[in-house]
């Protein structure tokens, strides 16, 4: 986009949110919790406890996702 090779900015956009699975609203919120909380109603703000716990619940999807993806990569490695 910025070599103005493309200029269709939403589907850069859309693609974020779906690789990060989060609404756009979260993309360009200037502060967003709901990422972490999943409460999109409660405005106080986190303690570092809180987003530490969040910050780990998402290492840890992201880490079984790799795991799974391994799997998937090592079976079809046998197929061949």
């Known amino acids: 986009m910025e070599r ?3 200029n269709s900015w939403a589907s850069h956009f859309n693609k ?7 609404i756009q609203e979260d993309l360009v919120r200037k502060e967003s919790k709901s990422w972490l ?3 999109l109603m409660n405005e ?11 910050y780990r619940k998402i290492i840890k999807k992201y880490e079984v996702q790799i ?3 391994k799997i998937i ?8």
């Open 4 to 6: 103005g090779e493309s």
């Open 16 to 22: 974020i949110c779906e690789v990060f699975e989060i």
């Open 37 to 39: 909380s999943g409460d």
């Open 44 to 54: 106080e703000p986190l303690t570092e406890n809180e987003v530490i716990n969040g």
């Open 67 to 69: 795991e799974d993806l």
């Open 73 to 80: 990569i090592t079976q079809n490695g046998r197929r061949k």
